[in-house]
Each structure stands twice: as C-alpha cells, then as structure tokens.
C-alpha cells in the first residue's frame, strides 16, 4: 500500500485548501481512510476519517469546518478545508486504517502514512 498527498500550501487566513490522498494496493470497504495534522510542537492529532459506506469521524475542532470526501473509483480521499486559520497551520498526513476497523483517529489504528503536505496559513 502507498499512500500520496497533495495539495498544500500557503493561504492567507479566511482561505480554503483541499487536500488529496490517492491510495494505490488492496482495498476494502470497511477500510478507513484518514487526515491527521501535526503543528509544531504538537503532537500529532487526528482530523477526520471516512470509508467507503461514506461513515465519517470528525474532530470536534474541525467539525463544521472541514470535509472529509471519497472517490472510490480513483481511491483518492480528499479533506475540503475553508475558512482556514493559523491554528489550522500544520503538516497534514493521510492514513490508511485496514478492515477491521471501526475509524476511530487514534494513531495505532492506522498502519499506514503518505509523507505528509504542508499547510500553512497566515
């Protein structure tokens, strides 16, 4: 499995970014792909996490903010982020948590990690 982010960048604050996330392997439905972040200093959190039966999982500080979607036919999932703020700052990871899986965003569920991308906003 590889896993291959795009998409960020720096925006001014007000701004919107969306990420990109393309999958290459074995998939599953009940598979959960997901975003992390992790800002300087900090320790790695979770985002938001959805499969292919669309469930999704936010954090309740991005709730409203940012949208989880995915392209099954591509195997890209995809994080919509507007009215982007300079706590939202950070270097953003997709995971890839496999079957079973209940996508919860605790970090040992996830056995596998793109490079991550940055997102910076000012």
């Known amino acids: 499995v590889q896993l291959v982010e795009s998409g960020g960048g720096s925006v001014q604050a007000g701004g919107s970014l969306r990420l990109s996330c393309v999958r290459s392997g074995p998939t599953h439905k009940s598979d959960y792909m997901a975003w992390f972040r992790q800002a300087p200093g900090k320790e790695r959190e979770g985002v938001a996490s959805i499969n292919e039966y669309n469930a999704t999982i936010y954090a309740p500080s991005v709730k409203g903010q940012f949208i989880i979607s995915l392209d099954v036919a591509i195997n890209t999932h995809y994080l919509q982020m507007d009215n982007l703020q300079p706590e939202d700052t950070a270097k953003y990871y997709c995971?890839?948590?496999?079957?079973?899986?209940?996508?919860?965003?605790?970090?040992?569920?996830?056995?596998?990690w793109g490079q991550g991308t940055q997102v910076t906003v000012s």
């Open positions: 995971a890839l948590c496999q079957w079973p899986c209940r996508g919860f965003l605790f970090e040992h569920q996830y056995g596998y």
